[in-house]
């Protein structure tokens, strides 16, 4: 996809974002205490050496992946970016940390006690927490595991599985209200 066409998508969602606010706060005034619309950038980690196997870092498709994850991101409003404690995760994030001046807060994956397959069920409230609750809007970057589970504990409307070998979804998740999310799927 086209970098204008990118920018466009994302501008169309803005406005989504902008009109559910609205729509949602209508119906009464809306006072201090009242939940804050907050959009949620989304993206895998870009494409990965294979080795080392533990911790890789990113191919160069990869890096030219995030340099093009700056660039549509540059205009989002984006002041809180969340990353896993993996260095590809890290690495997707950086230019456009550096970009706007910000450091990415790592938040490190964890399982749960009962089935080390699964997420925790506490990281995943705690992610969602804090995104919902971050001021602006938040850029997580993680992994084919953990961005459909984070998009699923924003309370979002569609729940996406993604293919170990895609990286180029970007999914952007309008949270409106407490546990309630619209949710666009994009490409890179």
Request: hydrophobic share 45%; aromatic share 4%.
């Amino acid at each position: 996809m086209t970098f204008t066409r990118t920018c466009l998508r994302v501008a169309a969602l803005c406005c989504l974002a902008l009109l559910l606010s609205r729509e949602h706060g209508a119906a009464r005034p809306l006072s201090q205490s009242d939940f804050t619309v907050t959009t949620v950038y989304l993206v895998r980690h870009a494409e990965k050496a294979a080795a080392p196997a533990a911790d890789p870092p990113l191919l160069e498709a990869g890096s030219k992946r995030a340099e093009e994850l700056a660039r549509t991101l540059s205009k989002a409003n984006i002041k809180t970016i969340f990353t896993s404690q993996a260095l590809r995760t890290k690495l997707t994030a950086e230019p456009l940390a550096k970009q706007l001046g910000l450091t990415a807060k790592v938040v490190p994956v964890s399982m749960s006690k009962t089935n080390p397959r699964e997420l925790s069920p506490e990281y995943l409230k705690s992610m969602a927490e804090q995104a919902a609750s971050a001021p602006g809007n938040v850029l997580i970057v993680g992994h084919s595991n953990t961005v459909p589970e984070i998009i699923k504990a924003l309370g979002g409307d569609v729940v996406p599985t993604i293919d170990e070998t895609v990286f180029d979804d970007l999914f952007v998740v309008t949270v409106y209200a407490k546990g309630k999310a619209k949710v666009a799927h994009l490409k890179q």
